[in-house]
């Protein structure tokens, strides 16, 4: 589905539901913008998933929402209109959403998606409708490609996911063999998922071709940076918890 399709059905529920008219705004459309980013990209390398991670830093970023508290907002928005629907929600963490069914049978069609949701390896097989000949097309290609089932950390979200896929598209990744690909997986295990989709993303914007490396004359070497990450990390707990207000004993004076 192409992301015109996409927004088309977002105005097209819009103009069928009052409440939205008078509440949504642009941080939804940026929100809803970026969760169908998110769907194609990780029906990319699994087609029949529609469960996604939405990290709370992370989706910030991407949808370019400031506070966590209009995140939270938006997202419980979304699923009172029945856009999407929340399966989780970890405290300031992940949320864990999908598409509405009800929503998905408005982007494809009712029969289509019945018959999809029903069948979850149904995408291989040739369809009526030209949506989900578009998806079985782009897979074949993937295919024809070569897949690569990667062992991800255990972290793993689908923000990780996807940020992975971008930097081995990149023109120093794409020549790699899948058990490069995989080592490097491998030695970014050991961290944690913040860390690694940061230094990702450093690796894309820098025309890296790599993402762990050793030290390099004054260069520190990324379990240098690793341990600077989690002190400060543990910096920011430490004013955290300074900065809380303690109850006051009986006579006690502060």
């Known amino acids: 589905m192409t992301g015109y399709e996409l927004t088309k059905v ?7 539901n009052e409440a939205m ?3 949504c705004t642009g941080n939804h459309l940026a929100l809803y913008t970026w969760i169908c980013e998110l769907r194609n990209q990780v029906q990319t390398y699994s087609p029949n998933r529609e469960l996604m991670d939405l990290p709370t830093k992370y989706t910030m970023d991407r949808s370019f929402i400031g506070s966590d508290k209009t995140l939270k907002n938006c997202i419980d928005d979304l699923a ?3 856009i999407i629907e929340i399966i989780s929600r970890s405290q300031g ?3 864990k959403i999908k598409l509405a069914i009800a929503y998905l049978r408005k982007m494809y069609g009712s029969d289509a998606e019945d018959e999809r949701m029903s069948n979850g390896s149904a995408t291989d097989e040739v369809r009526t409708t030209k949506t989900v000949k578009t998806i079985q097309t782009n897979k074949t290609k993937k295919t024809n490609k070569g897949v690569v089932d990667f062992s991800f950390p255990s972290f793993a979200t689908d923000a990780f996911k996807l940020v992975w896929s971008q930097l081995i598209g990149q ?4 020549g790699k063999s899948a058990e490069a690909l995989q080592k490097s997986l491998d030695k970014l295990a050991k961290y944690d998922e913040a860390f690694c989709v940061q230094q990702m993303n450093e690796a894309i914007e820098n025309n890296w071709q790599g993402v762990v490396f050793p030290k390099r004359g004054t260069l520190p070497s990324t379990d240098e940076l690793w341990l600077e990450w989690q002190a400060t990390l543990t910096g920011q707990k430490q004013v955290k918890q300074s900065t809380t207000k303690r109850p006051t ?3 006690q004076t502060r």
């Open 93 to 95: 963490s992940v949320t």
């Open 10 to 16: 977002f105005w097209m529920i819009s103009d069928e």
């Open 21 to 23: 008219q008078l509440k």
């Open 171 to 174: 023109p120093k990744w794409k």
């Open 80 to 82: 009172e209109w029945g």
């Open 249 to 251: 004993a009986p006579g």
